[in-house]
């Protein structure tokens, strides 16, 4: 158990929707970073927030956004999905910004987008 | 070619064998990060070095950070060890931090 959670756990979605992947961080960690990591593949970072602010962006278009809120708990939210955003996303929640501090992961949110 | 790359990427052993697994990179690091996934996605954070070597029981994590390559070794491996393998290196890339991860390597203890 690493104390980070997510929600939900799968989710099925078609193309052009969007949706809210949800985590919560460890208490008192204040940053978190998403990940998306596809079938038979690494985690690709997506992003990072640190103390509410993006602190770092992977090779995702604008359409991938986040949220960091002060409860730690932090939001990734996907707009007009395509069929390729279907993958792992995973969050990881840590003490220090820029990955300077072990990750700790949460369980990952399996998003099937048809 | 991927900035980081891990060999072998499918490993099957029998229980007990002595089990090494390669992490070779390209860019400039800050810190490496091994970490291990169950089936089902859950990942742990197994070590985080930028130097020299660290060892958690049976794991042993060494990195050359002139020859860029980092291995983890496992010593009298269990077939709960089955799990993948991700080695992830922490670099400066466009003026942000960023966590660069291999693909991954899938191990198979067989009892």
């Known amino acids: 158990e690493t104390g980070v959670t997510q929600s939900p756990t799968h989710l099925i979605k078609t193309r052009g929707q969007q949706v809210t992947l949800r985590c919560s961080s460890q208490?008192?960690?204040?940053?978190v970073s998403w990940y998306q990591q596809a079938l038979g593949q690494g985690p690709q970072f997506i992003f990072q927030?640190?103390?509410?602010?993006?602190?770092g962006r992977g090779n995702f278009p604008p359409r991938f956004s986040g949220l960091q809120f002060p409860n730690y708990s932090s939001e990734l939210n996907v707009n007009a999905l395509e069929l390729d955003d279907s993958a792992l996303y995973l969050c990881?929640?840590?003490?220090?910004?820029?990955?300077?501090?072990?990750?700790?992961f949460g369980p990952g949110t399996r998003l099937l987008v048809l | 070619k991927n900035e980081v790359e891990q060999s072998p990427q499918n490993l099957t052993a029998q229980e007990g064998e002595f089990i090494t697994i390669n992490c070779s990179y390209s860019?400039?690091?800050?810190?490496l990060h091994w970490l291990q996934q169950h089936p089902g996605g859950g990942i742990v954070s197994l070590f985080m070095?930028?130097?020299g070597k660290k060892k958690h029981g049976r794991l042993i994590a060494t990195i050359n950070i002139q020859e860029k390559h980092s291995s983890l070794h496992i010593t009298a491996s269990h077939p709960r060890d089955s799990a993948v393998y991700i080695c992830a290196v922490r670099s400066l890339i466009q003026g942000a931090q960023k966590l660069v991860f291999g693909q991954g390597t899938r191990l198979t203890i067989n009892p």
């Open positions: 208490s008192g960690h204040n940053t």
């Open positions: 927030y640190y103390r509410e602010e993006e602190n």
């Open positions: 990881a929640s840590s003490l220090a910004q820029g990955f300077e501090e072990t990750q700790y």
């Open positions: 860019v400039g690091i800050s810190a």
């Open positions: 070095l930028s130097s």
